[in-house]
């Protein structure tokens, strides 16, 4: 009964490719997330999705784009993968009073 | 800008003694949330307490509780009773309610629990 699933949870590939990380809850909220979290752990807002609205972090590169294909998902994703593009990517889903992650995707990109 | 700051990249504590983890923010709104996360080594991101800004009595959940000082802007989780797997990075995160509902994260604390 995952409530927030995310694939893979782990990601090698080359500079210069294009990848794809999903992610699925069956919390039934409105709203997904998707969040970086760098080498020194630092936790950062990529993009707020839900129904109606797109809210996107002005720091992340266009290469970065999320696709909702319905409200129980929100997929992440990356053009052109550069070597700084490695990180842990996390997706979440919430409402006002609460947000849950998912298991994390760790990217590594060579 | 909302920001949230954690002073304290690491700390330490015996098992089943009481540890004290700080976080202090900012933001410009009075109606907002404020979190704290854990992170094991798992790297799964687990909410251990939230805390509503107009609530004045500080949350609680077993053996984790905080102490929210709205007018300093200080928010600070107390783990009572430590175990062995409350090992763990925490973060602090507030919630400003006219940001989207996105989380802003401090820097995060690790905390070692020693046998």
């Known amino acids: 009964d995952t409530a927030v699933s995310q694939t893979p949870k782990y990601l090698v590939t080359q500079m210069g490719n294009d990848k794809s990380i999903k992610c699925e809850q069956n919390?039934?909220?409105?709203?997904m997330y998707w969040y970086k979290q760098d080498s020194k752990k630092f936790l950062k807002i990529m993009f707020s999705y839900n129904n109606k609205e797109l809210i996107i972090n002005e720091t992340v590169p266009n290469r970065f784009s999320p696709k909702s294909p319905d409200k129980a998902h929100l997929n992440l994703h990356i053009n052109s993968l550069e070597l700084g593009d490695s990180a842990v990517y996390f997706c979440?889903?919430?409402?006002?009073?609460?947000?849950?992650f998912g298991p994390g995707t760790r990217l590594t990109v060579t | 800008a909302q920001t949230v700051t954690q002073s304290q990249p690491e700390m330490s504590v015996q098992e089943a003694e009481t540890v004290t983890l700080s976080c202090t923010y900012d933001t410009s709104e009075n109606n907002y949330y404020l979190f704290w996360y854990k992170q094991p080594p798992s790297r799964q991101m687990i909410l251990v307490i939230r805390?509503?800004?107009?609530?004045?009595q500080n949350a609680t959940e077993n053996r984790f509780s905080v102490n929210f000082q709205k007018a300093a802007k200080s928010f600070s989780l107390k783990i009572s009773d430590s175990q062995l797997g409350d090992t763990a990075m925490y973060f602090c995160a507030l919630r400003d309610l006219g940001a989207g509902n996105m989380l802003t994260f401090g820097g995060g604390t690790r905390l070692m629990v020693k046998p």
């Open positions: 979440a889903s919430g409402s006002s009073y609460e947000q849950y």
């Open positions: 919390l039934g909220h409105d709203t």
């Open positions: 805390q509503e800004a107009y609530k004045q």
